[in-house]
């Protein structure tokens, strides 16, 4: 597709159940982006990856929270033991070029995952 | 110290004219970009418009413009002849080149609705 894709679009869980969110992005788009969005409030960040390494992982809340990009385009962010505060919108993004300055670096979001744990 | 404040939680404009979305930011970084993203109800975010923080000219994209006004910090979204589709949720964010590299930080967001 054109866009980037999010799968599933929503995710309800019990609390204490492991969850993977699935992102496939822009074709070419070297670089990804995980962000999370409570309600109410603007996207908080949680990891980034440049190919297949996660260059950034400062975000992450804690470690029930794992990335992974094996090949270098899809990514998948794996939350374990899931909490009711874990509840959000799940974004992720990808630009064709690595952050910095200038044209390329612009992040295109998918539609977001809506992880709901009860 | 909040890095991007969006002091408009909503606002409201006539189609067809003109709104302006207010956003500063902080930063001490001498080198960062700054972003503008709309969210419709659908939630996915839409990429707007970019300025970079060495740009010397504002940025315009279509409808879209920036004031950009480096002494006061402050990144202001215009949008002219809004129309009922500009209805949604718009972020402002920045990107610090050197103090966070990769990451965007968001604003609060504005809700902008247009009246017919």
């Known amino acids: 597709g054109a866009g980037v894709s999010q799968t599933p679009s929503n995710k309800v869980t019990e609390k204490g159940k492991y969850v993977e969110l699935r992102c496939d992005p822009i074709?070419?788009?070297?670089?990804l982006y995980w962000y999370r969005q409570s309600l109410g409030q603007g996207p908080e960040f949680l990891i980034y990856?440049?190919?297949?390494?996660?260059?950034?992982d400062s975000g992450l809340p804690n470690d029930r929270f794992f990335a992974v990009r094996p090949e270098g385009s899809v990514s998948t962010l794996k939350i374990q033991r899931t909490e009711r505060g874990d509840s959000a919108v799940y974004l992720c993004?990808?630009?064709?070029?690595?952050?910095?300055?200038?044209?390329?670096?612009?992040?295109?979001f998918g539609q977001g995952t809506r992880l709901t744990v009860v | 110290a909040q890095k991007i404040t969006q002091t408009q939680p909503g606002m409201f404009v006539q189609e067809k004219e003109a709104v302006t979305l207010d956003c500063t930011y902080d930063?001490?970084?001498?080198?960062?970009?700054l972003f503008w993203y709309k969210q419709p109800s659908s939630g996915e975010m839409i990429f707007l418009i970019y300025?970079?923080?060495?740009?010397?000219q504002n940025a315009t994209e279509g409808r879209y413009s920036l004031n950009f006004q480096k002494a006061r910090k402050s990144a202001n979204l215009v949008i002219s002849a809004s129309q009922l589709g500009d209805s949604a949720m718009y972020f402002c964010?920045?990107?610090?080149?050197?103090?966070?590299?990769?990451?965007?930080?968001f604003g609060e967001g504005t809700q902008l609705t247009v009246n017919p």
């Open positions: 993004a990808s630009s064709l070029n690595p952050p910095g300055e200038g044209r390329g670096t612009e992040a295109f």
């Open positions: 930063t001490s970084d001498q080198s960062y970009g």
């Open positions: 300025q970079g923080s060495y740009d010397e």
């Open positions: 074709s070419g788009h070297t670089a």
């Open positions: 964010a920045m990107r610090e080149r050197e103090t966070s590299g990769s990451r965007l930080t």
């Open positions: 990856f440049q190919g297949t390494g996660a260059a950034d």
